[in-house]
Nanobody, 117 residues
């Protein structure tokens, strides 16, 4: 049984920081690229960051220099450290596990991040 579970969302002031976590179970973690997406109200879901088992991370331009994605292959987890948060970062953040060399993927349920002023 595959489970992708996010945690760590919350309410943060502009300029603040937050760390999201995602745990994956029921998959062979090394064969999956882990990704963070986000979706704001009225907007389409967008890819924020991605990281493979061995290779370095990639980011959407709007978060470069502010967000850091990492994975702990021993614990089957991926994290997203978010700094210098802005109002436009407000969204539901989703973790997704993508099977390499495949079209298969698994979504988490999402965690709300709200940047308030």
């Amino acid at each position: 049984q595959v489970q992708i579970v996010e945690s760590g969302g919350g309410l943060v002031q502009p300029g603040g920081s937050l760390k999201l976590s995602c745990t994956a179970s029921g998959i062979t973690f090394k064969f999956y690229t882990m990704k963070w997406f986000r979706q704001a109200p009225g907007k389409e879901r967008e890819l924020v960051a991605a990281i493979t088992y061995l290779h370095g991370p990639t980011y959407v331009d709007s978060v470069k220099g502010r967000f850091t994605i990492s994975r702990d292959n021993g614990r089957n987890t991926v994290a997203l450290e978010m700094n210098s948060l802005r109002h436009e970062d407000t969204a539901v953040y989703y973790c997704r596990a993508d099977l390499d060399n495949s079209s298969a993927f698994y979504w988490g349920q999402g965690t709300q991040v709200t940047i308030s002023s």
